[in-house]
Structures are given as structure tokens and as C-alpha cells.
């Protein structure tokens, strides 16, 4: 059982928006900033948002973030086949470590 | 360009240890914080620990305090994870990762590909 409660699955078509959440409590998230990870089928985690909605320079505007309160949401707009992935939340905690949401599963439909 | 390479994995019966190690180049290995984040097959992330640029600093998951140690060469520009007393639930993929900025110790920027881990009698 995860720390951080996220959506097994969510699915969309290829131009659509997808949204992606991540409840926490005042323990983690909400009283920390919220980091976004991509898992590509095979692949080592990327970092896509840092610090609630911030991009690496080289993520695209497609993704973004948000914040409220004890939950955070992820935002896909123009879907893309090769957007298919897994997609965890992560936050600190404080017990003093990292936590991470169960992941979710975008299919591209 | 940063690069991290995880090595040590294997297969390693219950009870006996085991010592990871991430090589990093491409960056400042002294100025940043390092994580190891593990993944068990067909699972999802689990954060294991974080040391602080100069070891100053360590925290552990309640899964492995006590049983893993995390230390950093700076002179080696190495990382690595010595876990003993190792549970067939330690079975997973282990991957180091690097702090965003210097300041970040667990905003995960940069990912090795990970070393496989498998504990088995």
C-alpha cells in the first residue's frame, strides 16, 4: 500500500487531454513540493515535473502540474502514442524519506 | 552529459550481502545529492535511501534501516548501497539517481539504468 493514492490506469486517444492524481496528506504533500516521474516500457524513470508544475527544459509543454492542498495532478494535453507509460508521483515525507504513489498506467488508445 | 552506471547486482541467496555501486561521470559527483530507488518485478517505485553531498546526511526507508548502508567515495566518484541481511522481498531492479540541482537531494533529475537483484536460495 502506497503512501501517495493514485489511479491504477487512465486511458485516452491519440490529441486528447488526460489528467493523472495524487492524494496525499499534510504529512507529505502537503507541506512539500510534488516531483512527476515517465516510465517508458523497459526504461529507467525520467523526471517530467519538479517542485509542484515546474519542466525540465527539455520536457515539453504538453506536460504540467499542479498542486492543492493534498493532492496533486498531472495534465497530458495532445497525446501522443509514445506518451504510453507508466507515471508516479513523489513527494517527501515526514518520516523522513521519499514517497512515491503506486504509478499509473496511461494507454494511448 | 551525466552519466550514472549501476554494477553489483546478481543473485544472492537470503541472509548473505551484497554491495552496489553506481559510477558517475559528466558532472560534479562532490556536489550532489544521490539516491537509490528500487523496483521489485512487475511493481512500482520504492525510494531505498539518500545521502547528502558530502555524507553528511542519510535516510532510509523503514523497509531497509538497519540493513542497508549507504556511502559515497567523492575521491571515486562512486555511490554505493552494502545491503545485508538481504529477504527475498529485496528482490528488485535497484537504481541510483542524482538530485535535480545541488541544493534538490531527492527531486530524482538524472536515472542509471539500474542493476537487477534477485534473492533466492
Known amino acids: 500500500q502506497s503512501v501517495l493514492t493514485q489511479p491504477p490506469s487512465v486511458s485516452a486517444t491519440p490529441g486528447q487531454k488526460v489528467t493523472i492524481s495524487c492524494s496525499g496528506s499534510?504529512?507529505?504533500?502537503?507541506?512539500?513540493?510534488v516531483s512527476w516521474y515517465q516510465q517508458l516500457p523497459g526504461t529507467a524513470p525520467k523526471l517530467l515535473i519538479y517542485e509542484d508544475n515546474k519542466r525540465p527544459s527539455e520536457i515539453p509543454d504538453r506536460f504540467s502540474g499542479s498542486k492543492s492542498g493534498t493532492s496533486a495532478t498531472l495534465g497530458i494535453t495532445g497525446l501522443q502514442t509514445g506518451d504510453e507509460a507508466d507515471y508516479y508521483c513523489g513527494t517527501w515525507d515526514s518520516s523522513l524519506s521519499k514517497v512515491f504513489g503506486g504509478g499509473t498506467r496511461l494507454t494511448v488508445l | 552529459q551525466v552519466q550514472l552506471v549501476e554494477s553489483g547486482g546478481g543473485v544472492v541467496q537470503p541472509g548473505r550481502s551484497l554491495r552496489l555501486s553506481c559510477a558517475a561521470s559528466g558532472f560534479s559527483f562532490s556536489s550532489y545529492g544521490m539516491n537509490w530507488v528500487r523496483q521489485a518485478p512487475g511493481k512500482g517505485l520504492e525510494w531505498v535511501a539518500v545521502?547528502?553531498?558530502?555524507?553528511?546526511?542519510?535516510y532510509y526507508a523503514d523497509s531497509v534501516k538497519g540493513r542497508f548502508t549507504i556511502s559515497r567515495d567523492n575521491s571515486k566518484n562512486t555511490l554505493y548501497l552494502h545491503m545485508n541481511s538481504l529477504r527475498a522481498e529485496d528482490t528488485a531492479v535497484y537504481y541510483c539517481?542524482?538530485?535535480?540541482?545541488?541544493?534538490?537531494?531527492?527531486?530524482?533529475?538524472?536515472w542509471g539504468q539500474g542493476t537487477l537483484v534477485t534473492v533466492s536460495s
Open positions: 545521502i547528502w553531498y558530502d555524507g553528511s546526511n542519510e
Open positions: 539517481a542524482r538530485g535535480l540541482t545541488s541544493g534538490s537531494y531527492t527531486i530524482l533529475g538524472y
Open positions: 499534510s504529512s507529505n504533500i502537503g507541506n512539500n513540493y
